[in-house]
């Protein structure tokens, strides 16, 4: 791996936010392929915290000053993944459920699927089924994205297709779901239309909907 995606990494890990978004610049700036800066230098320090958090190495306020960093460095990738996309494509709403306030994943996915051109609203975390629905008629959309880091908070993506259901918004919208507890059996069990393991597919699944 190369020199400054191992330094992005270490960098993230240790909360320095300022640095990893210079370090995510200047590996643009080499010519690093934005996908790789994402997966080799951002996400694989991440997944060192996520480690090293379930190992109680490390605790609740080293995870967020690494996700602040991650998310500072996400934000100067972001017109690199975007550029990889084309035009505007179709619009949708996403949002963590209700009770979860966790949102890397559901930015990243986000931002992958803005990279291939379509509208999103992002509604932020902690969204409650009322809102999702409030947010889908009002900007009248044809996908809906819900993202549960929580095995706790999962019921609560059924609770939004649920509502999506029982309303005249039935017929209009797909309702896709991600997080790292969601699986396709679960999307399966609660009648969601589509799941997507990670970003890149999150996107190419997003396509298929919004054509
Ligand atoms: Co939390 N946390 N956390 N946490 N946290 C996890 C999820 C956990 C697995 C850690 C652990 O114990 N090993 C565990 C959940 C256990 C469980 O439910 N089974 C956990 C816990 C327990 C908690 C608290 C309860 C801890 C506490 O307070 N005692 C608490 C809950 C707060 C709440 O939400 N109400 C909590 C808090 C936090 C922080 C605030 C400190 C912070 C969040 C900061 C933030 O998001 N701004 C945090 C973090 C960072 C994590 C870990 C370390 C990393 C999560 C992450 O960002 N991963 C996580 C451990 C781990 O995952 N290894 C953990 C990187 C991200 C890119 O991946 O989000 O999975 P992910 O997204 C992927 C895919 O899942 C997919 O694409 C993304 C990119 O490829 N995807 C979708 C996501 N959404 C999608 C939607 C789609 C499709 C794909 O379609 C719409």
Same mark, same amino acid.
């Given at each position: ?43 694989? %320090?991440?997944?060192?915290? %996520?480690? /090293? ?18 998310? /500072? ?31 890397? %994943? ?44 929580? &095995? &706790? &908070? ?10 999506? /259901? ?16 969601? &699986? ?28």
């Amino acid at each position: 791996m190369s020199e400054i995606l191992r330094e992005i990494s270490e960098s993230l890990q240790a909360g320095k936010a300022k640095a990893v978004a210079e370090l995510v610049g200047k590996a643009l700036a080499e010519g690093l392929p934005p996908q790789s800066v994402l997966d080799d230098g951002l996400l694989a %320090g991440m997944s060192v915290i %996520g480690e /090293k958090f379930k190992m109680n190495e490390v605790f609740v306020p080293e995870v967020l000053v690494a996700a602040r960093a991650m998310n /500072k460095g996400a934000e100067v990738l972001k017109p690199a993944l975007a550029a990889e996309g084309i035009g505007a494509r179709g619009r949708a709403i996403i949002g963590t459920v209700k009770g979860d306030l966790h949102d890397i %994943g559901k930015n990243l996915v986000k931002m992958m699927m803005e990279g291939k051109g379509i509208e999103m609203i992002d509604l932020g975390v902690d969204v409650s089924p009322e809102r999702f629905l409030e947010a889908a008629k009002e900007h009248d959309i044809s996908l809906v994205c819900c993202s549960a880091l929580l &095995t &706790t &908070t999962m019921s609560e993506i059924k609770n939004v297709v649920n509502i999506f /259901k029982s309303s005249d918004m039935a017929d209009k919208v797909k309702i896709m779901i991600g997080g790292a507890p969601v &699986t396709q059996s679960f999307c399966d069990q609660i009648g969601a239309d589509g799941y997507a393991p990670d970003a890149a597919s999150a996107s190419e699944l997003a396509m298929r909907y919004i054509a």
